[in-house]
């Protein structure tokens, strides 16, 4: 004998009008999940934007919380000071347009019925990066009435800015130092310069595949482990005429030493 | 309180006394069959007891291979009626076939499925090297299921046989390479050939097509005085090995199979290799260094003597390299090189646990001085040579050589053996003789480590017989990583000899 019953129990609406915002860094990312390197990336000029090209635009994901609207709501995003030892922070109006800069307003909404938004980072190519080096802008939302910053887990998103060669996303999430060694600009320009390919985060992608949830793997690991020693073999003979060529008289260098493409065992 | 029962009245109209829709059994037809793609007809008739032709209605369907899942099975009709004769044009591989048998009057059917192996003409048998009577090399090939020999594969395909001597010959497993017709990724079972000074090709032995030679093995340009001299499949990887050294790459299906790979090699590096290959821990393979005189691991590490090693050692400085083997014995795994050093003798190195376990100077025994080796793969230590047209066998854990007796060995003089096996299909000691300008291959099983009974198969061919292999096509995961499991388990056997 069954005994079946049913009842219906009135359960609060939810009825809290905060609202928040969040930066997206990864699909499906928990809190838990936040790991150091998320929440960051780097825009070169150098690698990312055409010659001459004296701005660009870094377009970040922005996630709600809260309510829905049906009309778009602004939203601000601003600078925080990053103290961590040896980092130059960009300016603004100098690196990168000013949040607050009218001509940008529109861009800074979420649209109605919207839950994301893409917004955008101006960024500017200052003789400063080329010359002094790399800045950092760490970005996080200003309680602009309308929205305030969500999880710290994911309110703050970290921009370098350069006008040299920086490592890109995909060097570290390929592991390509199994295959060429330690990153180096020189070494990457070289990259760029004998193959005539890109090697940004786009290209290096087309040469890798997921094969499971989270690991990647070469496209074709015969070719990869091919480039690296045709990489090696380009390295020495340029090298040795460098060496024999009295007005240089050096290898290809790094800052902290010789270029060298030896795999580094498990990446690191 | 709530009551829940339910009654349900039996109202069978469906199976009736009249239709007997429940009676039709489709019956009559094998549970396993094979065909050779583009060359066998397959004729079946089922038997379907208490019905008469006209009653039913015979349709044929066919899934798996090249076609899709069994849930679509009715897109893919091959005949029409009660009598099959479907000439089988497929891509080898393994299929499905459903014979379903369908009342007319009432509609329903009752159906059988039974599978079907689909190799070629050369995807699955016994490759013969053989070197012609103008120095060159060329193919024959055995079917042992239909006991057909196929002579000069080479001139068949190709117009001419290949320009050299024959070196060495080897099958390579799941080799990926690039389909002509589609140009994607796809594998097959690859025959490599070393010939001539330094040549040397892959052939697919699906259809004898080019795989790969040495204008197209490597991304980089082969450079000219490269010495391929073999390839060889262990675990989820191919290896090749040349003189330069040596390089490898994930076999085709499985888990580690990229849809992307081309099958082109990086290029080979580390110590030379040589013609001499042999098994180590399934996952790595062992070879003597022809460059380095020394036994290596294709990991990179040179095999040394096991830790605390006090006997015979070989002065590999001066050694040649003459013979190879593997015994596996329930889990117990002995790799054995033979060396031979001018002046001093012959000696027999033991490899077990990834070390040189032993080493015996090799004096009174026929094995000391035969030309004629071979080895047991399974389920035996013995190692066997021919010495003045004799067989013998030498015991490596008694030590002792006895003498064997071969029924019906064809006449002329023993200039080859091997013992070839492929997982529990069939373990043959392999003989070859040679009469004048032709070849006899008589193939013994084996019982208590020695040839028993009459040959089972015997075969001819014209020209100098100088290696068998055995080919087989592999799917993804059948078997799985081939030759790994011997080392890791005491019920897995080896899949195939090197």
Not at chain 1, 159 to 166: A, G, Q, V
Not at chain 2, 311 to 316: D, T
Request: charged share 25%.
């Amino acid at each position: 004998m069954l005994l079946a019953t049913a009842c219906e129990k009135d359960l609060p609406k939810f009825s809290d009008e905060e609202c928040m915002l969040t930066f997206h860094y990864g699909d499906g990312l928990t809190t838990a999940g936040v790991k150091d390197g998320m929440g960051s990336r780097s825009h070169s000029f150098k690698l990312n934007s055409a010659e001459g090209q004296m701005r660009d635009t870094v377009w970040l994901r922005v996630n709600t919380m809260g309510k829905l609207s049906a009309d778009s709501r602004p939203l601000a995003l601003m600078q925080v000071e990053d103290t961590t030892q040896g980092v130059v922070n960009a300016v603004a109006g100098k690196h990168y347009v000013a949040f607050d800069e009218p001509s940008l307003a529109t861009l800074y909404q979420v649209p109605g019925d919207s839950a994301a938004v893409k917004v955008p980072v101006v960024v500017l190519r200052d003789a400063s990066l080329e010359a002094e080096g790399d800045v950092v802008l760490k970005i996080t939302f200003r309680d602009n009435g309308w929205f305030k910053a969500g999880y710290p887990e994911f309110a703050t998103y970290t921009l370098t800015i350069s006008d040299r060669l920086t490592k890109p996303e995909a060097w570290d999430k390929f592991s390509l130092n199994s295959y060429f060694g330690t990153y180096g600009p020189q070494k990457h320009e070289l990259m760029i310069k004998w193959t005539e390919k890109s090697w940004d985060d786009e290209y290096i992608s087309t040469l890798f595949y997921e094969y499971f949830q989270g690991y990647f793997a070469p496209k074709d690991e015969a070719y990869i482990a091919y480039l690296g020693q045709w990489f090696a073999e380009r390295l020495e003979e340029e090298n040795e005429e460098r060496l024999a060529n009295p007005e240089i008289g050096k290898v290809w260098e790094e800052e902290d030493g010789p270029v060298d493409f030896t795999p580094v065992a498990n990446g690191y | 309180m709530a009551c829940l029962s339910g009654c349900f009245d039996d109202d069978s109209t469906v199976a009736t006394e009249a239709n007997r829709a429940h009676e039709i059994k489709v019956e009559g037809l094998p549970q396993d069959t094979s065909a050779v793609a583009f060359s066998s007809v397959l004729e079946l008739t089922p038997v379907v007891e208490g019905f008469a032709d006209d009653e039913l209605l015979f349709n044929w369907y066919i899934y798996g291979g090249q076609f899709g899942q069994k849930g679509e099975y009715r897109k893919n009709k091959i005949w029409e009626g009660k009598k099959l004769a479907y000439p089988v044009e497929l891509k080898i591989g393994k299929y499905s076939v459903i014979c379903e048998a369908t009342h007319k009057e009432t509609g329903y059917f009752g159906l059988v499925e039974f599978s079907l192996d689909v190799t070629s003409a050369f995807s699955n048998g016994f490759y013969v090297l053989k070197e012609t009577a103008d120095g060159n090399t060329e193919l024959d090939f055995y079917n042992y299921q239909e006991k057909i020999t196929r002579n000069d594969l080479l001139t068949e395909n190709y117009g001419a046989s290949l320009n050299g001597k024959p070196r060495n010959m080897n099958p390579v497993y799941k080799k990926i390479h690039m389909d002509s017709e589609t140009a994607t990724s796809t594998y097959a079972t690859g025959m490599f050939l070393a010939y001539g000074k330094n040549n040397f090709a892959v052939y697919n032995t699906v259809d004898m097509s080019l795989m790969f030679d040495r204008s197209s093995l490597f991304y980089a340009t082969m450079e000219e005085d490269e010495i391929p001299y073999a390839m060889a499949t262990t675990g989820e990887y191919n290896h090749y090995f040349s003189n330069k050294g040596i390089c490898y790459e994930s076999v085709g299906g499985g888990f580690f199979a990229s849809e992307y790979a081309t099958g082109k090699l990086v290029t080979p590096e580390g110590c030379g290799g040589s013609t001499f290959v042999q098994a180590f821990n399934g996952r790595e393979l062992s070879y003597w260094s022809e460059s380095e005189h020394c036994l290596m691991c294709t990991d990179g590490r040179e095999i040394e003597y096991r830790d605390g090693y006090a006997g015979v050692r070989v002065p590999f400085e001066k050694a040649e390299a003459v013979a190879t083997g593997w015994n596996w014995n329930s889990g117990d795994n002995a790799v054995w090189y033979l060396f031979d050093v001018k002046g001093d003798g012959r000696y027999l190195v033991i490899l077990e646990k990834e070390t040189i376990s032993e080493v015996r100077r090799l004096d009174a025994e026929k094995l000391a001085s035969a030309v004629v080796i071979a080895g047991k793969g399974l389920r035996g230590s013995f190692i066997y040579s021919v010495k003045d047209n004799q067989l013998y066998r030498y015991s490596m854990k008694e030590k002792v050589e006895t003498a064997l007796s071969v029924a019906s060995l064809p006449a002329g003089t023993v200039t080859y053996m091997a013992n070839l096996f492929y997982e529990t299909a069939f373990d043959y000691l392999v003989i070859g003789v040679q009469n004048g300008g032709k070849y006899t291959v008589a193939m013994y099983e084996m019982q208590g480590g020695q040839p028993f009974g009459e040959p089972k198969h015997t075969f001819e061919g014209t020209g100098i017989l100088k290696k068998l292999c055995y080919a087989i096509p592999m799917s993804d995961y059948s078997p799985m990583s081939p030759n790994l499991y011997a080392f890791l388990y005491d019920w897995a056997s080896p899949t195939f000899p090197y």
